[in-house]
Structures are given as structure tokens and as C-alpha cells.
């Protein structure tokens, strides 16, 4: 099982930024995935982000509302992943929760993640 906390949300405006992180802990992480998904007030939970890495490759995909705005990143050493978001709009907001699975494939599956974080709030004012 696999431990994740997140950080980094809050209130920004319009255009503006923020960088969240999800610190994982609980086993070897040599081969790994990490997802980023949000929940809107009202609205089902929607893949964001997610990077996918082992011994021999690695691999990132975006939800196509964030790409070009967002960037997921990892510090190996710091078992740490991080959701780089720019030009923010009000309806990026939300509770953004990491979660972690083994392997590649479909990404942007939350039903394939069984380990979540609790999830730390972005609020994008207009």
C-alpha cells in the first residue's frame, strides 16, 4: 500500500499559478504511477494528469483541458510528485487528490488506482 499527501492548494486568480505536490511513502518505488485527478462541486471526479515510471521507461499523459497549462513532474529522490498548473482558470477549480497504481496502462482510469490521497483544495477566482 501506498501512503500519499498533498500539498500546495489554495486561492489564486485568474491567469495565475500553482504548484501542488504529492509526497509518497510505504513501499519501493522504483516502478510506480502517479495520478492527479480533481473534483468540481457538483461534478464526477475527472482525470488531470499522470506519470508512469520503471526501470526501463517512463511516461506522462493530460487530460486534453490542461495540456499546455500543467506540467507533472518527479524528484525520485524525494518520492515526490508534483502538478506544475499555469494560466489557471476558475474552472480548474476544485479538490485535487493524487493516487498511485501499479503499471501504465489507462492512466486515466480512477478506478484503477487503489491508493488516494486526501486531496487539497484550489479555488481559481475570477
Known amino acids: 500500500q501506498v501512503q500519499l499527501v498533498e500539498s500546495g492548494g489554495g486561492l489564486v486568480q485568474a491567469g495565475g499559478s500553482l504548484r501542488l505536490s504529492c509526497a509518497a511513502s510505504?513501499?519501493?518505488?522504483?516502478?510506480?504511477?502517479i495520478g492527479w485527478f480533481r473534483r468540481a462541486p457538483g461534478k464526477e471526479r475527472e482525470f488531470v494528469a499522470a506519470?508512469?515510471?520503471?526501470?526501463?521507461?517512463?511516461?506522462?499523459g493530460y487530460a486534453d483541458s490542461v495540456k499546455g497549462r500543467f506540467t507533472i513532474s518527479r524528484d525520485s529522490a524525494k518520492n515526490t510528485v508534483f502538478l506544475q498548473m499555469r494560466n489557471l482558470e476558475p474552472e480548474d477549480s476544485g479538490v485535487y487528490s493524487c493516487?498511485?497504481?501499479?503499471?501504465?496502462?489507462?492512466?486515466?482510469?480512477?478506478?484503477?488506482?487503489?491508493?488516494w490521497g486526501q486531496g487539497t483544495q484550489v479555488t481559481v477566482s475570477s
Open positions: 510505504g513501499r519501493s518505488f522504483s516502478t510506480l504511477t
Open positions: 506519470i508512469s515510471w520503471s526501470w526501463l521507461s517512463s511516461s506522462i
Open positions: 493516487a498511485a497504481k501499479d503499471g501504465s496502462e489507462r492512466l486515466a482510469n480512477e478506478q484503477m488506482y487503489p491508493d
